[in-house]
């Protein structure tokens, strides 16, 4: 459960403040749960998709896909999921309002503890600057490009247009930036909680009584 008091300890206040911050849409969902419901999402992922956090909290991000989103790329999405692999996608995916938009979205595996993996999502609303066709055939060709981006190789992206695959790239920038940021944080309060435990193991160590009431200098070096 989301307002389960563990995963408050997981995903931690200082998480959530980085997330916060940022102004790029992100989600986290948690794959060890039923479905992979969303646990977080953050104030821009709302200004996207106008759906509070209250409304999405304990649901599955697809709720975002309608009519136009290509179930072969939401078949390879799913896969991702499963494996807590990273990859990009680009998707047909509609507001609270109805309106569709293409999203192109990266997911990404967060450790939020040694053992409990969650993903990350960044979100990003875009509009070609070339449509095509049909919004799902657009989405499927910028998805394409996309791979061919990640993959160094360009033939497809550039006949797109120049302009899309520079901002793909850009896109990709400002994602990995959030990754980090959140990366950073979890990685900051997994320390502090380290830090925390070692303090409350010492507290809690026994030390021999005689060691305890010792005057300083009395103690011995025992070699
Ligand atoms: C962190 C995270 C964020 C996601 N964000 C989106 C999204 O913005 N739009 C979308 O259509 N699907 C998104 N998904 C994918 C869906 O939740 C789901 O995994 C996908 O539809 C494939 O599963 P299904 O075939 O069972 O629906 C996201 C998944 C995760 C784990």
Redesign the pocket.
């Known amino acids: 459960m989301p307002d389960d008091p563990d995963f408050g300890e997981m995903l931690d206040a200082a998480v959530k403040a980085a997330g916060d911050a940022l102004d790029v849409p992100i989600?986290?969902?948690d794959?060890e749960q039923d479905?992979?419901p969303?646990v977080y999402v953050n104030p821009a992922f709302e200004k996207l998709t106008l759906y509070k956090a209250s409304e999405v909290i304990g649901r599955?991000?697809?709720f975002?896909?309608g009519d136009e989103?290509d179930r072969t790329v939401?078949?390879e999405?799913?896969d991702t999921?499963r494996n807590k692999k990273a990859d990009t996608y680009c998707?047909v995916?509609y507001r609270k309002d109805g309106a569709a938009f293409f999203?192109l979205?990266a997911?990404q595996p967060i450790s939020i503890t040694r053992a409990h993996k969650m993903?990350?999502?960044c979100?990003f609303a875009f509009t070609p600057t070339q449509t095509a066709g049909t919004l799902a055939r657009t989405c499927a060709m910028i998805d394409r490009a996309q791979r061919q981006v990640r993959h160094g190789a360009r033939t497809e992206a550039t006949q797109i247009n120049t302009h899309d695959t520079f901002r793909l790239d850009t896109v990709a920038m400002r994602f990995e930036a959030a990754f980090v940021r959140i990366n950073d944080q979890l990685l900051k309060s997994a320390n502090g909680r380290m830090l925390n435990e070692l303090a409350l193991g010492r507290e809690h160590m026994r030390y021999p009584r005689d060691l305890i009431n010792a005057a300083p200098g009395e103690l011995a070096e025992t070699r």
């Open positions: 989600t986290i969902a794959p479905d992979t969303l599955n991000c697809r975002l896909q989103t939401t078949d999405l799913a999921c998707l995916n999203n979205v997911i993903l990350m999502g979100q």
